[in-house]
């Protein structure tokens, strides 16, 4: 994770670019959705511009990106778990669960 606010920033717009670019989007589309101008959505791509959270949220759903892109942090794994407990009646079991990346 960056430990400054502008990195960060540009690293959300990178993430943006590439997906607009991977899901065939103009910069005019995602101005629209975001409810901003093409100017400042230049901007926000290029790490020059804050995206707020209402925009973040509806530009993720339109270019189809996945919240652990933004927020690695949030990544579940990858394939399921399956556990298995055997227990006499009137047994307690205690599960304690640990998600690591």
């Known amino acids: 994770m960056p430990s400054n ?3 960060r920033h ?7 670019a590439q997906a607009r670019q991977r899901e065939q ?3 005019t589309e ?3 959705i ?3 101008t093409r100017r400042r959505y230049t901007l926000i791509e290029r790490g020059e511009a804050v995206v707020g959270a209402a925009e973040l949220e509806a530009l993720m759903r339109f270019l189809n990106v996945p919240a652990h892109h933004i927020w690695p942090d949030l990544a ?3 394939a399921p778990r399956q556990v298995i407990v055997q227990a006499q009646p009137g ?3 205690q599960f304690v ?5």
Do not use: D, K, M, S
Not at 97 to 101: A, I, T
């Open 91 to 93: 047994e307690c079991v």
């Open 34 to 36: 975001a409810a901003t």
């Open 10 to 16: 540009r690293q959300i717009g990178a993430i943006l």
């Open 30 to 32: 995602c101005a629209e």
């Open 76 to 78: 579940l794994p990858t």
């Open 97 to 101: 669960v640990q998600v690591q990346g």
């Open 25 to 27: 989007r103009t910069i």
């Open 5 to 7: 606010f502008a990195e």
